[in-house]
């Protein structure tokens, strides 16, 4: 079985050799092992060769080579359905990336959408603000212009009650005036009049003592 195999295995390789211009029983042999570690697990042939050099019959060293050869492919296959293969592996990350590539994609299409979204109601919210900023402002420059009419009117109040304050107290203080000018004048009246009876008493109490003194002189005299 070995050696049907081998020979098997190397006719397609032969042919190819002899397309490629290869001579010679080297060449031969390498391209022979070169194909069985590419395609082969184990190389019945040198294998069988291998146990006929160590002093066993081609039949049991056949039949070795063949158990051998069996449990090897069994665990292959035991391998195989235990572990995936390289390129079923490819095969599943390629569609993972794939996936992955798809859900970026998705993503990227649902954030932008997101953010046009986003910035549609920014821009709502902005003209909101602004609106209400206009309306806020108007309504302060309105109660800054009553505020200043109120002022205003309430100076030109406070004006006038001032300009009647000042004068009140220039009559006042003219009223005032004039009653000491009067109280002066009366206290001035009142010291001469008062100077004037004084002299006129004195002049009585002068006359008065002339005349006891001559009537005095006179009863002396007599």
Same mark, same amino acid.
């Given at each position: 079985?070995? =050696?049907?195999?081998?020979?098997?295995?190397?006719?397609?390789?032969? %042919?190819?050799?002899?397309?490629?211009?290869?001579? #010679?029983?080297?060449?031969?042999?390498?391209?022979?092992?070169?194909? +069985?570690? /590419?395609?082969?697990?184990?190389?019945?042939?040198?294998?069988?060769?291998?146990?006929?050099? %160590? #002093?066993?019959?081609?039949?049991?060293?056949?039949?070795?080579?063949?158990?051998?050869?069996?449990?090897?492919?069994?665990?292959?296959?035991?391998?195989?359905?235990?572990?995936?293969?390289?390129?079923?592996?490819?095969?599943?990350?390629? $569609?993972?990336?794939?996936?992955?590539? #798809?859900?970026?994609? $998705?993503?990227?299409?649902?954030?932008?959408?997101?953010?046009? =979204?986003?910035?549609?109601?920014? $821009?709502?919210?902005?003209?909101?603000?602004? *609106?209400?900023?206009?309306? +806020?402002?108007?309504?302060?420059? *309105?109660?800054?212009?009553?505020?200043?009419?109120?002022? /205003?009117?309430?100076?030109?109040?406070?004006?006038?009650?001032?300009?009647?304050?000042?004068?009140?107290? %220039?009559?006042?203080?003219? *009223?005032?005036?004039?009653?000491? /000018?009067?109280?002066?004048?009366? +206290? $001035?009246?009142?010291?001469?009049?008062?100077? *004037?009876?004084?002299?006129?008493?004195?002049?009585?109490?002068?006359?008065?003592?002339?005349?006891?003194?001559?009537?005095?002189?006179?009863? %002396?005299?007599?």
């Amino acid at each position: 079985m070995a =050696s049907r195999l081998a020979r098997s295995s190397l006719q397609p390789l032969a %042919t190819l050799h002899a397309r490629r211009g290869y001579s #010679g029983p080297g060449s031969l042999e390498e391209a022979r092992k070169a194909l +069985v570690s /590419n395609h082969l697990l184990v190389d019945t042939l040198d294998l069988t060769k291998t146990f006929e050099k %160590t #002093g066993l019959p081609r039949d049991t060293a056949e039949q070795l080579a063949r158990d051998i050869s069996a449990v090897i492919l069994l665990n292959k296959q035991k391998m195989d359905e235990a572990f995936v293969k390289q390129s079923m592996m490819e095969k599943i990350i390629l $569609e993972q990336e794939a996936r992955i590539q #798809g859900f970026k994609n $998705e993503l990227s299409k649902t954030q932008d959408m997101l953010q046009a =979204s986003v910035n549609k109601d920014l $821009e709502r919210q902005q003209s909101y603000l602004d *609106k209400m900023k206009a309306e +806020v402002r108007h309504e302060i420059d *309105k109660l800054s212009a009553s505020q200043r009419l109120d002022m /205003n009117l309430e100076k030109g109040r406070m004006r006038d009650d001032l300009q009647g304050i000042r004068d009140k107290t %220039t009559e006042l203080v003219i *009223k005032v005036d004039r009653d000491v /000018n009067e109280l002066r004048s009366g +206290v $001035e009246k009142a010291k001469n009049d008062t100077i *004037k009876s004084v002299i006129t008493i004195l002049g009585t109490f002068s006359a008065m003592a002339f005349t006891i003194s001559r009537f005095v002189q006179m009863s %002396t005299g007599g």
